[in-house]
């Protein structure tokens, strides 16, 4: 009868002397119903709606003299269908550092800069509340720039100064595995600065990939600031994408915009309202979103977007609408 007992105190015992390691994540399901012009509406539970959902799992240890080892491993799910998401175990995060003084280092496969730093700030709706967040029109979010997420990458923080940080990495291939001869790689550089201090948040993000001859070669701009005022807090941003030999939408340019807010309605409620657009592919969208937190790792969400969406290379101009109201809890 004390066995478990006894194999519990010696977990505890192995991880105290080896470092601290948490199992985390996001649980997110709901109702959603999507219509684009010309189609039948798709409807029923979706994951993933306020939040992605995901799980993970982090782990550090001290190294001494205010040095820290550390990991992230983290998957995305489907929490409708019990799936894993994307075509590999930790598609979301799987990478290995080192923290001090001096800032921090990661190795492995993580989020670029734009993707970690900007939607917060430039948009209320963040990553998330499905073509509400920031992504759906600014390219840092194109597959070129892996959809936010690049592989075989190093990264370093600096240590925040008076509320400024930069950041600098390089991916000696965004997508996949290595190749063999560097001239078949997609590689990416990204820079980046933000501020972030009392009421005012700011950033600067800059990607370039450099691909095989011949390959289109995508740079993109991301800039962003908010201001909370009170309860109010404002969101604008802007980006601008450049690429030698058009995108997806025949363009080889394209401008994006956003301006947004969000209002604390309470001490549990938080009211959303944004628009983004992109000048050459024709995107855009309008949301509303409401959350109410039931605690501090649970709520309840609803949005609404509507817009129009250009689902080939050459702008179709299709209204599209989406509605989702759920839950999502977070451990």
């Known amino acids: ?14 991880t105290q002397c080896q470092g601290a390691v948490t199992l985390y994540g996001i649980v997110d399901n709901g109702y959603r119903y999507d219509k684009t012009e010309g189609s039948r509406p798709v409807h029923g539970l979706e994951s993933s709606n306020q939040y992605a959902s995901r799980w993970g799992m982090r782990g550090t240890e001290s190294l001494g003299g ?21 075509n590999r175990l930790f598609n979301r995060a799987s990478y290995l550092g080192l923290s001090g003084p001096m800032g921090t280092v990661r190795a492995g496969r993580t989020t670029h800069l734009a993707f970690e730093w900007a939607p917060g700030i430039a948009n209320p709706f963040g990553l998330g509340y499905g073509r509400a ?3 759906t029109t600014f390219a840092y979010n194109d597959n070129e720039f892996g959809s936010g ?10 240590p925040s100064l008076h509320g400024f940080q930069g950041g600098i990495g390089y991916s000696f291939q965004v997508n996949g595995s290595e190749l063999p ?24 993000a800059y990607e370039a990939v450099r691909g095989a001859a011949g390959a289109a070669r995508p740079k993109v701009l991301t800039l962003g600031a908010s201001y909370r005022l009170g309860r109010l807090t404002v969101n604008a941003g802007y980006g601008h994408l450049r690429q030698s030999s058009g995108t997806a939408f025949g363009v080889g340019a394209d401008r994006s915009y956003s301006v947004g807010g969000s209002f604390d309605v309470g001490s549990r409620g938080r009211l959303l309202a944004a628009y983004q657009t992109a000048s050459a592919s024709k995107l855009d969208n309008w949301a509303i979103g409401y959350s109410h937190a039931l605690s501090k790792r649970t709520s309840l969400y ?26 999502s809890h977070r451990f």
């Open 133 to 135: 967040q920031l992504g």
């Open 302 to 327: 609803t949005f609404v977007n509507w817009g129009k969406t250009s689902p080939g290379p050459v702008p179709a101009r299709l209204r599209q609408s989406q509605f989702a109201v759920g839950m």
């Open 1 to 14: 009868m004390k066995i478990p007992y006894v194999l519990a105190a010696g977990l505890v015992y192995a």
């Open 149 to 158: 997420r690049v592989s075989n990458a190093i990264y370093y923080y600096s």
């Open 181 to 204: 001869g560097s001239s078949a790689n997609n590689r990416m550089i990204d820079l980046a600065l933000r501020f972030t201090g009392g009421p005012l948040g700011m950033v600067a």
């Open 66 to 86: 205010g040095l820290e080892a550390f990991f992230v491993l983290e998957s995305a799910i489907s929490t409708d269908t019990g799936t894993e998401g994307g």
